[in-house]
């Protein structure tokens, strides 16, 4: 998974373009803003991060959705995302699958890890 940080799309049309566009797969992650201090946010960005690095070879793209931003709130809202944070791994512009985060950081990275390479 290459270490490809997606530039954020606060709309529907930019985010729709980028999940189409970017990498093999794409990892969106819906979080709160930093100002909230929503530890599980920045915790489940951890998690995304470390399984990014583990397989650099194979190509991710990874967008994180700024709740904060009220065109990133749209994005959700379209997508039916109700609780933060939570991940949509899209391939093909297509949705495969959301995860939302035990807390537990064995078991989180076990379901990225997991997801990744099942989708690939």
């Known amino acids: ?11 529907w049309a930019e985010t729709e373009k980028t999940i189409k566009e970017a990498g093999n797969m794409v990892l969106a992650l819906f979080a709160t ?5 929503c530890e599980a946010c920045e915790y489940y960005d951890w998690v995304m991060t470390a399984v990014q690095e583990e397989s650099p070879e194979e190509p991710l793209g990874a967008l994180t959705l700024d709740l904060a931003d009220p065109g990133c709130q749209e994005v959700a809202d379209k997508l039916g995302v109700t609780e933060y944070p939570t991940v949509i791994a899209f391939k093909g512009g297509k949705e ?5 985060p035990s807390l537990k950081p064995e078991e989180d990275l076990e379901a990225l890890r997991s997801l990744c390479h099942e989708v690939q």
Request: proline content about 5%; glycine content about 0%.
């Open 96 to 100: 495969l699958k959301r995860l939302l």
């Open 1 to 11: 998974m290459a270490d490809e940080e997606v530039a954020p799309a606060c709309s």
């Open 33 to 37: 803003a930093a100002e909230a201090k």
